[in-house]
């Protein structure tokens, strides 16, 4: 089963390195606008701003990955990163979960949030 899921610690990855380019762009297009100081400082400025962010991002995703339990994927066996409750491996995207209750269970990303939890406890103790 292929999913369009994808591991967690990839997506945020993504994000940061697209939050570089843009950035680079932003700054770029800053640079045509030469004649024009005020909106090439502002150009600068906003890729500046985006860059940091990135930066911001890719120390969070170090601190995430340090979180993360490192499994071997099952299906590729690969070594891989799992965050939350249930992800995708970030090799094959094979759904992966921690939690013994889910194995076997349709992958359902819902099984990441608190509330989804919440709700079940609510249904178990009524
Ligand atoms: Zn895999």
Redesign the pocket.
């Known amino acids: 089963m292929k999913l369009k899921y994808s591991n967690k610690i990839n997506k945020i990855r993504t994000v940061a390195l697209a939050l570089v380019f843009a950035g680079m762009i932003i700054m770029y297009i800053g640079l045509l606008f030469k004649s024009y100081e005020w909106v090439m400082v502002l150009f600068m400025f906003l890729g500046l701003i985006a860059i940091i962010l990135s930066t911001v991002i890719y120390f969070w995703i170090g601190m995430l990955s340090t979180r993360a339990v490192q499994v071997a ?6 070594a ?1 990163k799992v965050l939350g409750r249930v992800d ?7 759904p ?1 979960t921690l939690d013994p209750n889910l194995e076997g269970e349709e992958f359902d990303e819902k099984y990441n949030s608190k509330k989804y939890w919440k709700e079940q406890e609510k249904k178990s103790n009524s």
């Open positions: 994927c099952p299906e590729c066996g690969k891989t995708a491996c970030m090799f094959c995207k094979q992966l």
